[in-house]
């Protein structure tokens, strides 16, 4: 598990590969991946948007940004948290990801947050096969 704790927000990201939504034979690995983010703090927080860079074994980065996580943007009162699962298709059999989240605090400011960097990598046994 990756973590970052940024601005009181505490982000864990965890990765695994989907070997059944896969096709290494035409050089496609498919990763899912779940994020946590939790507002210890003692103000609520609202999730606006987020950032990712997506980078493969090769080097290449993808830039993906957009509104909320998973089509929403929560509210995070203090004690709360957030979790949702999303996936990230590769042509390379590792890599990883980072980002940042924007967020808005009750006194309607913009913030960012750290979202950890975290690997894309296929389990050894899958390596063996490729």
């Given at each position: 598990m990756s973590v970052a704790v940024t601005e009181g927000v505490r982000v864990e990201a965890v990765?695994?590969?989907?070997?059944?939504?896969?096709?290494?034979?035409?050089?496609?690995?498919?990763?899912?991946?779940?994020?946590?983010?939790?507002?210890?703090?003692?103000?609520?927080?609202?999730?606006?948007?987020?950032?990712?860079?997506?980078?493969?074994?090769?080097?290449?980065?993808?830039?993906?940004?957009?509104?909320?996580v998973a089509g929403k943007q929560p509210t995070l009162k203090p004690g709360e948290a957030y979790r949702y699962a999303s996936a990230c298709p590769l042509q390379t059999t590792s890599g990883m990801m980072s980002g940042a989240y924007q967020m808005l605090s009750a006194e309607g400011e913009l913030f960012e947050v750290e979202i950890p960097t975290f690997s894309l990598d296929l389990p050894l046994a899958e390596r063996a096969l490729n």
């Open positions: 990765s695994s590969y989907v070997a059944d939504r896969s096709s290494p034979a035409e050089g496609e690995y498919f990763f899912a991946y779940t994020i946590r983010v939790s507002n210890p703090g003692g103000e609520p927080v609202r999730l606006v948007s987020r950032h990712w860079l997506i980078t493969d074994d090769t080097g290449h980065i993808e830039e993906v940004r957009g509104p909320g």
